[in-house]
């Protein structure tokens, strides 16, 4: 559980490294978002999830 949590933040970093700008940083809360709820197993709470970040999605590209 530890590893793969810390094996995800070294991604997120990389990433974050690579690419500075606010669009990479939105996409990786993003998966955040997605990932986290769906390792607790929260089915109800990972929808609502989804659906927020799929707002924020169309008020990003506006």
């Given at each position: 559980?530890?590893f793969?949590?810390?094996?995800?933040?070294?991604?997120?970093?990389?990433?974050?490294?690579?690419?500075?700008?606010?669009?990479?940083?939105?996409?990786?809360?993003?998966?955040?978002?997605?990932?986290?709820?769906?390792?607790?197993?929260?089915?109800?709470?990972?929808?609502?999830?989804?659906?927020k970040?799929?707002?924020?999605?169309?008020?990003y590209?506006?």
């Amino acid at each position: 559980m530890q590893f793969a949590e810390q094996y995800i933040w070294n991604i997120v970093h990389k990433l974050i490294i690579q690419m500075k700008g606010l669009k990479s940083m939105l996409m990786i809360s993003l998966g955040l978002v997605i990932f986290f709820p769906v390792k607790r197993g929260t089915q109800g709470h990972k929808e609502l999830l989804v659906r927020k970040a799929n707002k924020a999605k169309k008020g990003y590209r506006g």
